[in-house]
């Protein structure tokens, strides 16, 4: 079973539009949460990650809110553009083996 | 150019046969993941190394070895015992001392058994 469940399983959005994928989980030992960027064929990049210390991070258009209380956490992209069209994964990660357990990830499709 | 590499890029097999799957990296890191990537079921690790001549199983290790004989290879053997071995292989690592969560991936390894 996964232990980071992630929302909506696609989404298409405007040119311009923001873009919200939400994660879920259970394990209130993860303490490190990344989200990566996976583009047809190649291997995920890491885009931005989080430590339950914040509430949110910004890199860029990319925006990441925590929750620490409803052990949820989302990725934001704001000025969605074509060239973010692209599957992204949530993951979670504790200190003691530095294993990631991946949500099932998000197809964006950025209409132009 | 600081990167991990994974060879071949497409790999077809004959059902029934090992195959194994390179990764190298001269990042410098400790650590190496092997996961297997599914349509719809993100990435799933099957095994994972901290250090050199050490490794251990991940959630689906079954049908699958590894070794860790250098710091900068991690190969992965496919073994005929791997009941569907057809999917996107993806190998990972990351280093130590504050640094040991992020993990970067290399490009992947399509393998088709039929």
């Known amino acids: 079973q996964q232990q980071v469940k992630q929302s909506p399983q696609s989404l298409i959005v405007q040119k311009g539009g923001i873009s919200i994928i939400n994660c879920a989980y259970e394990n209130t030992a993860f303490d490190y949460f990344p989200w990566y960027q996976q583009f047809p064929g190649k291997g995920p990049a890491l885009l931005i990650a989080i430590r339950p210390d914040v509430s949110e991070k910004k890199e860029g258009r990319f925006t990441i809110s925590f929750n620490k209380s409803a052990k949820q956490f989302s990725l934001h992209i704001m000025d969605s553009q074509p060239g973010d069209s692209a599957t992204y994964f949530c993951a979670a990660s504790t200190g003691s083996d530095y294993k990631l357990s991946f949500g099932a990830g998000t197809t964006v499709t950025v209409r132009a | ?114």
């Not at chain 2, 060879?7 to 993941?33: I, W």
């Not at chain 2, 599914?38 to 250090?51: A, M, T, V």
């Not at chain 2, 290879?73 to 071995?85: D, E, G, I, R, Y």
Request: glycine share 10%; net charge neutral; hydrophobic share 25%.
């Open chain 2, 1 to 114: 150019d600081g990167g991990i590499t994974q060879s071949p890029k497409y790999l077809f097999r004959k059902e029934g046969q090992n195959v194994t799957l390179s990764c190298e990296q001269n990042l410098n890191h400790d650590a190496m993941y092997w996961y297997r990537q599914d349509p719809g079921q993100g990435l799933r690790l099957i095994y994972y190394s901290q250090i050199v001549n050490d490794f251990q199983k991940g959630d689906i290790a079954e049908g699958y070895s590894v070794s860790r004989e250098k710091k900068e290879s991690f190969p992965l053997t496919v073994t005929s015992a791997q009941k569907n071995p057809t999917a996107f292989y993806l190998c990972a690592s990351s280093g130590r001392e504050g640094q040991a969560y992020e993990q970067y991936f290399g490009p992947g390894t399509r393998l088709t058994v039929t």
